[in-house]
């Protein structure tokens, strides 16, 4: 299967939030689906951060359809970038799809001059912490004052800190 990365459009839209959809079904047995059943990405602020350029795509060669996003928030402190979503759709595991859009995500950041990236994710799901462990992400004290902002969220979103992990990665300068 061949794809290519490329920034998101207003066209992508509707397909961003259908994988999005798509991939929450994949929780459905885990006890953080509760929270993820009822979420689901505003369309107007995913068409904001698109508009901005913090969406891309990953599309299929064969049918020009997007199959995987991921999404960066640079809207955390400084010289930090957190990756808001990152999405591929079940069908098209394990091809390297979301691996290339972790790598140019991050390789963006590094050339915007950002020297870290960081995320929330689930320690026991294997396309989650251990999936961001092979690409250079170390789990943090999600205690340290770096990361109140995630926390924050969390909170304003009801999601169960026992669930989940932080995880950053370093970028060279």
Known sequence: MSFHIQRATAAHIDAI?????T???????????????????????????????????????ASAEAVGFVWLDVELHGDVVGVAEIDVLPAFHRRGIGSALLEHA????QEKGYRRVDLGTLPDVPWNAPFYTRHGFVEVDKNDPAYAYARERDRENRFPEALRVFMSRTLSP
């Not at 939030?17 to 959809?21: M, V």
């Not at 991050?106 to 950041?109: P, Q, V």
């Open 17 to 21: 939030c259908d994988i999005e959809r």
């Open 23 to 61: 991939a929450v079904e994949l929780f459905r047995d885990h006890p953080a689906w509760p929270f993820y059943s009822r979420m689901a990405i505003p369309k107007d602020l995913l068409a904001e951060e698109i508009r901005r350029g913090f969406v891309w795509v990953a599309v299929d060669e």
């Open 106 to 109: 991050c390789a963006w950041a």
